[in-house]
């Protein structure tokens, strides 16, 4: 699936994922009223209009990525009827040819890793007969727990083909608290990302490993020793646009083959048409503002790397 | 719920949670051939047979303890129709007036743990409707992306009079790999420690607060250490039994009013029936096992307390 990631990647010319984190707020009024004409103020009304901004957004921006991110949390909020939306959405993202990266963070001790990694990536058995249950093509990691609880989801990938993107240093303005604690002359992260490079050389794709990391777009710094520490993993790039990051920051995220990071933009894309730049498209056609939010910050990297 | 959680724990004598971590491998044969001559050999089968498994152990134990803790991972290796039988899970153990842990491990960038808090222990707001999700009491929490992956818990717990545990020391083998690091002359997990300490004070029970810690049976020198650094979280302890903890490792995290620490045991209650010592009671009767475990759990941990 990294190869997959890769390809896609190069044919677009567009490291970009885009982040399908549907918060209510962000969806239009004319998907809500429909909705709830039909569900009521539901959960199960809830989550289709989750699902139907989503279809909406993929449809206008698909040909243009190589790839979605799903936030499980925001379907997790609306309960079962949202997770239903969450495996339409990962599923049509498939139908799309997109690879779906599962932002679930999820980390436990190793049997209970097992069945994360299995629910997620894997099949599970049931009696003679096997599933799959939700089926991404990569889930984010957290490593807190250590080797026991991110071996499982390496099995699993070596299995599958699948990836693992685990979090080496986060972009939230707190990251730095557990992080960022030097141990000797090294912080935290860089202890992770050794480990990450190590599992990362146990499943090799062609030139990246299945393994990959997440280190934010407002570290750039960070992203620069990173990028050396870890040349084989591909780095999720979460935290630009609305969290701060800029273009000019991702450059060191990359490695000299202008390939090796994929950088993430959710609120950005996928509430393009609130703001000033895209408000011309209006509500009704929000899939548009979030076609053109694409197609600007795909110059935006483009720019930055040309000038590296 | 901090408060209805210690009184139960006096009422019942017994600082006992029973882990709710259904393997389909763990549930009788008669059980796995009822439902799959319903349901057929589907993840509905399998959802089915482990909500079946849960609501015997449950209905055989109940009385005898103050809380359970279903592991999410274990039902959502089943997909949609697990967390399911998860729900359905919560809500009967609720109303057999248990307190529910949910074992989600979950922690992210601030947004996004917003969005789990109140999928899991708040409400979410649906137009002018207000639904209450999953709707455990208590929540694990994982702490590595710091204070803005884990207030949003705080101030679900505030307002809903919820609690969570967040993840301080593991009770796996590989643990140590990130949580034992040394930061100048104390490990990482200290420092987490001494976060969830303050992060505690700002939600007060009785004599408890809002916000505990999980530390593992595994490393009964480390509770001994974070009982004093953290006096007024409860310590939810995992990795009795099965993973090698033992009642008298436990006495360590326990406060001086014999209050303080909740020990949970899995594999060893829920299918007690497997082992040696509860064979007797056959699979059929497999409910009846598992309350034979528990009691005998119980008299451990009053052994090793009395003992102290």
Chains 1, 2 share one sequence.
Not at 28 to 35: M, N, Q, R
Not at 203 to 220: D, H, I, L, Q, R
Not at 291 to 305: G, H, W
Request: charged fraction near 25%; include cysteine.
């Amino acid at each position: 699936m990294i190869n997959k990631l890769v390809e896609k990647i190069q044919k677009t010319e567009a490291p970009i994922v885009v982040g399908l984190d549907p918060m209510l707020t962000y969806i239009p009024e004319h998907i809500k009223e429909k909705v709830f004409a039909e569900y009521g103020e539901t959960l199960e009304g809830a989550a289709e209009a989750v699902w139907l901004f989503n279809k909406e957004i993929v449809d206008h921006v698909y040909d243009l990525i190589p790839a979605v991110k799903p936030q499980i949390a925001m379907y997790e909020q609306f309960g079962v009827p949202g997770l239903v939306a969450f495996k339409k959405t990962v599923d049509y993202c498939k139908s799309k040819d997109l690879v779906v990266i599962g932002d679930i963070k999820r980390g436990d001790i190793g049997s209970t890793s097992a069945a994360y990694a299995i629910g997620h990536l894997g099949r599970v058995q049931v009696g003679s007969k096997e599933y799959v249950p939700f089926d991404e093509d990569f889930a984010t990691v957290n490593p807190y727990l250590g080797s026991d609880g991110v071996n499982p989801f390496i099995k699993v990938c070596q299995e599958e083909k699948k990836g693992i993107f685990v979090l080496v240093k986060t972009s939230n303005p707190s990251s730095g608290e557990f992080q960022d604690r030097r141990i000797g002359e090294r912080p935290l992260y860089e202890y992770v990302g050794e480990k990450v490079d190590e599992w990362g050389r146990q499943c090799m794709g062609e030139n990246y490993s299945y393994v990959g990391a997440v280190v934010g777009a407002t570290y750039p710094e960070v992203g620069k020793v990173m990028r050396k520490m870890m040349p084989k993993a591909y780095i999720l790039v979460p935290g630009y646009g609305a969290q701060g990051g800029q273009g000019r920051d991702l450059v060191h995220f990359f490695n000299e083959d202008g390939l090796g990071a994929i950088v993430n933009s959710s609120r950005g894309i996928i509430a393009a048409y609130k703001q000033d730049a895209y408000s011309r498209f209006g509500a009704e056609h929000f899939g548009e503002a979030s076609r053109a939010a694409v197609e600007a910050m795909k110059e935006d990297i483009q720019n930055a790397l040309r000038h590296k």
